[in-house]
């Protein structure tokens, strides 16, 4: 924390300690250490509500919607029949609830390791964490990595909702666990995960794209802007074994048409240009030809 004049600010410091994204504090609301990490809440002028994880920015009022609704709409809008899905972490529930918009989705499985980051979500984040009483959530506080073992051919999509590539999410981004997330897939199922940011390339992005390579044989990108998130520019990636995530599929625009309307960020517009990459993109992740 520091303080700039007699305000007191919270400061995220990122990209090896060469960054930081600072907000001027209107309230604490929250602090514990949990199990596995300490969990506040702090109230700022400029982001409304923001969820930290060991100091790191999870989720703010003011943007939520943008990671949230694509994570969900993406692979909605591409795979025929989407009824089963695996979200791995996430536990703030704001992916669930964007899945939970489709009625035909029949059961979200939300595997998120450490409980107390649900409970004060419901408590401090309520609009995040309405997918929790949707009684086709199935809320189980463990390990993903345990989980997904021995799972096969169960889900339609699987949502990688991590922290960064560090402690104990490290994990979640290697060719093992990729290829047991492949495993618990249908056919034609969808993985997604958040990737981090190109620009100082702080996780090697290159060799988690490598990793998702040699799981899946398509595999994709798109940004998506995370004004929480170190600098901003937020990388995802789409991997499947042949569905494309920037064809959209004919029979699901209608029920799009409407409900786009109500969404803060995703559209069909948006999401047919979402994969065409910059030149910085494709080369920090290895997507050149
Ligand atoms: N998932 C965390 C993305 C990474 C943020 N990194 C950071 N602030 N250094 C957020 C969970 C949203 N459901």
């Known amino acids: 924390m520091s303080v700039v004049g007699n305000s007191e600010w919270y400061s995220e410091i990122c990209f ?3 960054l930081a994204m600072s907000y001027k504090i209107k309230n604490r609301l929250h602090c514990e250490q949990s199990k596995y990490q300490k969990i506040e809440v ?3 002028e400029s982001v409304g509500r923001f969820l930290l994880l060991d ?3 999870m989720v703010s009022e003011r943007d939520e919607f943008v990671y949230h609704e694509v994570m969900a709409h993406i692979p909605y809008m591409v795979k025929p029949e989407l009824k089963k899905v695996l979200i791995i972490g996430g536990g703030d529930g704001g992916v669930a609830r ?3 918009r489709h009625p035909d989705v029949e059961r979200v499985d939300l595997i998120e390791i450490d409980e107390r980051v649900v409970e004060v979500t419901k408590q401090f984040l309520p609009e995040v964490a309405t997918a929790f009483a ?3 959530l199935n809320f189980l506080p463990m390990d993903g990595i345990e989980f997904i073992k021995g799972k096969e051919n169960e889900y339609d999509v699987a949502i990688i909702d991590s922290t960064d590539p560090e402690d104990f999410a490290e994990g979640l981004f290697t060719k093992e666990f990729y290829a047991s997330v492949k495993k618990s897939l249908k056919d034609d199922g969808i993985m997604m995960a958040q990737t981090e940011n ?9 060799s988690i794209y490598d990793n998702l390579r040699a799981a899946y044989p398509n595999v994709q990108s798109f940004f998506a802007p995370m004004l929480v998130y170190p600098g901003v520019f937020w990388t995802f990636a789409f991997a499947s074994k042949g569905i494309k995530g920037n064809e959209l599929l004919a029979s699901k625009r209608a029920e799009m048409e409407k409900m786009q309307k109500d969404l ?3 559209n069909m517009d948006w999401h ?3 994969f065409k990459l910059s030149n910085i993109h494709k080369r920090v992740l290895g997507f050149e030809d």
């Open 134 to 136: 949707d009684p086709r």
């Open 55 to 57: 100091g790191k920015g």
């Open 16 to 18: 090896r300690g060469s």
């Open 272 to 274: 047919e240009g979402a």
């Open 98 to 100: 964007e899945f939970l």
């Open 198 to 206: 190109p620009f100082l390339d702080e996780y090697n992005l290159k």
């Open 264 to 266: 803060k960020w995703y």
């Open 42 to 44: 702090i109230d700022t």
